[in-house]
């Protein structure tokens, strides 16, 4: 019903910069429903932003002003483009697509590494 896939991933220096990418496909895939988690090792999974169908924004305070979520609606791609990356944001970054039946984030991306060294 819907297949997710993270790309954009890396290792890069504090202070740098990456783009992650979430393409999106399948008959129940809504690309303004969309979302950026991250887990990093030993943690819980935890939200990080989401661009909504209106252009508004949500992020996590961590991220405020470094990292910026967005969609391209004829790509069927979300994107979030972190800048200012610090070690603490290393982490398996998920892409997920919120379920309106069950009003849980139900799909789930594979992930994509980032790890950024100090």
């Known amino acids: 019903q819907v297949r997710l896939v993270e790309s954009g991933g890396g290792v890069v220096q504090a202070g740098g910069s990456l783009r992650l990418s979430c393409a999106g496909s399948g008959s129940s895939f809504d690309v303004f429903a969309m979302a950026w988690f991250r887990q990093a090792p030993g943690k819980e999974r935890e939200f990080v932003g989401t661009?909504?169908?209106?252009?508004?924004?949500t992020y996590a305070d961590s991220v405020k002003g470094r990292f910026t979520a967005s969609t391209d609606n004829a790509k069927n791609t979300v994107y979030l483009q972190m800048n200012s990356l610090k070690p603490e944001d290393t982490a398996v970054y998920y892409c997920?697509?919120?379920?309106?039946?069950?009003?849980?984030?139900?799909?789930w991306g594979q992930g994509t590494q980032v790890t950024v060294s100090s």
């Open positions: 661009s909504r169908k209106d252009g508004s924004t």
């Open positions: 997920s697509q919120f379920n309106y039946g069950s009003g849980s984030y139900d799909y």
